[in-house]
Nanobody
Framework: QVQVVESGGGLVQAGNSLRLSCAAS????????MAWFRQGPGKEREFVAA????????YYSDFLEGRVTISKDNAKNTLYLQMNNLRPDDTAVYYC????????????????WGPGTQVSVSS
């Protein structure tokens, strides 16, 4: 079993930056991929970015237009999401997810989920 917990959300003004963190614990040796998803008000959960846990390959959703960077600190078992130039439509609950499988944009590929952290962007 793997547990993940997000932190770092909050209320920011448009154009500002925010860094989210996700702390992983438990049987972390089984993790192959970690990812960020988000779910905005009235919207379905969507893929944001993913990273191979034991390597440095990263994958991003096209709609983010280079405004986010996913990274990790394996020594701390922590995943990060740096978000820049935030816009009101980035308002969502951001979720961290872990999988023992290769990356996918499909949320069903991920076995372990955190409770989410709210990001609200004001105009």
């Amino acid at each position: 079993q793997v547990q993940v917990v997000e932190s770092g959300g909050g209320l920011v003004q448009a154009g500002n930056s925010l860094r989210l963190s996700c702390a992983a614990s438990g049987d972390t040796v089984t993790i192959y991929t970690m990812a960020w998803f988000r779910q905005g008000p009235g919207k379905e959960r969507e893929f944001v970015a993913a990273i191979q846990w034991k390597r440095d390959s990263t994958y991003y959703s096209d709609f983010l237009e280079g405004r986010v960077t996913i990274s990790k600190d394996n020594a701390k078992n922590t995943l990060y999401l740096q978000m820049n130039n935030l816009r009101p439509d980035d308002t969502a609950v951001y979720y961290c997810a872990a999988s023992a499988r290769a990356w996918s944009t499909n949320s069903h590929n991920y076995d372990y989920w955190g409770p989410g952290t709210q990001v609200s962007v004001s105009s």
